[in-house]
């Protein structure tokens, strides 16, 4: 079931490894290096966020953690399997089977239910739902009257707890969240929040989400900061936005 408890062992890979990870964008008069040799490792079940001005390379990064855009040079290993070097093919099954993604504007198919939108990972594969994995899912995420519902008839909250139990449907190595909260406002922010460390917490599953907002980051436990292409080392959170708000600030004008 979903809501199980995942365990580790001693010879559990991480569930993210980023190895010298570079991205650069050709610009006149030279080139633009976005990331510069980026180090990042995520244990199973840990719950961590990315933070970044705009423009800073947040969302790249996560793209490249997620196989939609190929680094210039490094490497990312996912849950032990390294993504990188994988045609297109390859990594779009990988990406389906093994990465959950939650966007900003939820990307769900207006013509598709709920329900449907939230088993698409595995409708593309012919795959049948698991009833002991959707419905405690549903349940959670207080969806099971709406699963029948299209997204236009659903709240913006709605509709992120869709996006949520679509990135957790297939029991991914690692869900991804590119600024999750920038379509919600204040209240639903917090919401998704809390359910999102619920989420960790419950299923074991390891996150990571990228945003701008200290209140957003806070709900992780460790942040590292994003600026001029490079990670700073990360730093427990307390799970207090106000602390998170003075050491990023600190970053921003270090």
């Known amino acids: ?24 964008y050709a610009a006149e008069p030279a080139s633009v290096d976005v990331l510069k040799g980026i180090e990042l490792e995520l244990a199973p079940a840990a719950f961590e966020a ?3 001005s705009s423009g800073s390379g947040k969302s ?20 032990g399997e390294s ?9 779009t099954i990988f990406r389906r089977r093994r990465i959950g993604l939650v966007f900003q504007d939820f990307n769900l198919i207006p013509t598709l239910t709920a329900e449907e939108n939230i088993t698409l990972p595995l409708l593309l594969e012919r795959r049948a739902p698991d009833p002991e994995t959707l419905e405690p899912l549903l349940e959670r995420l207080a969806l ?11 709240s913006g909250g709605e509709r992120q707890r869709v996006a949520i139990a679509r990135a957790l449907v297939n029991n991914p190595a690692i869900v991804l969240a590119d600024e999750p909260t920038g379509n919600l406002d204040a209240p639903a ?10 989420m960790n917490e419950a299923t074991g ?5 990228v945003s701008h907002d200290p209140i957003v980051a806070a709900a992780a436990d460790r942040v ?27 970053s921003m004008h270090g």
């Open 1 to 24: 079931m979903i809501w199980k408890m995942t365990t580790t062992s001693p010879t559990t890979p991480p569930a993210l490894q980023v190895r010298g990870l570079c991205k650069r």
């Open 50 to 52: 990315v933070m970044g």
């Open 60 to 79: 790249t990064l996560l793209h490249l953690l997620a196989g939609l855009l190929s680094a210039d040079e490094g490497e990312i290993i996912i849950g």
């Open 83 to 91: 993504i990188t070097g994988m045609d297109d093919e390859t990594a």
């Open 144 to 154: 099971t009257a709406r699963r029948r519902h299209l997204p236009s008839r659903l």
């Open 189 to 198: 922010s917090r919401a998704f929040c809390d359910l999102l460390s619920e």
């Open 205 to 209: 599953c390891t996150i990571l989400l």
């Open 224 to 250: 590292h900061i994003l600026c001029r292409g490079r990670l700073a080392a990360p730093f427990d959170t307390l799970h207090d936005s106000g602390r998170v708000a003075e050491r990023y600030l600190a």
